[in-house]
């Protein structure tokens, strides 16, 4: 179940716990995070994840607003090493993660909505 697109800045990172859509008939509908965001082929051997996670990750322009891809409460807003934000948020029993971020809309703990606005690529 682990599946892959690359990403300019910006990756978002499920976490399922199990074997979700395989095992159970819940199922979770998201929001593309970005508007007239791109796939691309996965870059080959750079980021490895469990075989529960999954991870999309996409091209888009720069300045480009990253929205909630499904409503939830964001759980850590932190910067890297690189001066690039990530932005963790989670729905029932899913995380996820948006990284790469230049600027930063919201804050540990905001709950937000699908489609709202949580940053800058």
Request: proline letters at 7%; glycine letters at 6%; charged letters at 20%.
């Amino acid at each position: 179940m682990k599946t892959m697109v690359k990403a300019c800045l910006l990756g978002v990172f499920i976490s399922l716990p199990g074997v979700l859509f395989a095992q159970q008939q819940d199922s979770v509908w998201l929001q593309c995070p970005l508007n007239e965001a791109m796939v691309v082929p996965p870059p080959k051997n750079v980021i490895h994840y469990d075989e529960p996670d999954l991870c999309i990750v996409l091209v888009s322009k720069p300045d480009t607003v990253a929205k909630a891809c499904i409503t939830g409460k964001v759980t850590n807003v932190e910067q890297t090493d690189d001066g690039k934000w990530d932005v963790v948020f989670y729905y029932k029993d899913y995380y996820f993660w948006y990284s790469g971020l230049s600027k930063v809309i919201v804050r540990r703990n905001d709950v937000i909505k699908v489609g709202q606005p949580l940053g800058y690529i």
